[in-house]
């Protein structure tokens, strides 16, 4: 009646890589549909920004792509006016007295 540990070890080891072969993706894909933030967790997503987003990067991601690139080129644009405000200031600056001896 009870199954030996041979039978026992094989069905362990058909459960275990039944496991490893699943399709991770469609699990992920229906997971995204269902649930976007806590598929965006999973993926180690936790930015609070986007996991607000989530439902609308899944529906839309063409547009969410386009939003993220103009974001990318506002935070580039930034970062330049950034410098050049730091290179100004530099320039207003006194040098300091040369060390004396």
Known sequence: MNPDREELKRRLREKIAGKRKSDNVQQLAQKLKSDPQTAFLSMGIDDKD????AQSITKNPHKALKDLANLSNDTQNSTKEVK????EEDDDE???PPAQI
Do not use: A, G, T
């Open 94 to 96: 006194e040098d300091l």
């Open 50 to 53: 986007l996991l607000s987003k």
């Open 84 to 87: 050049e405000n730091r290179v």
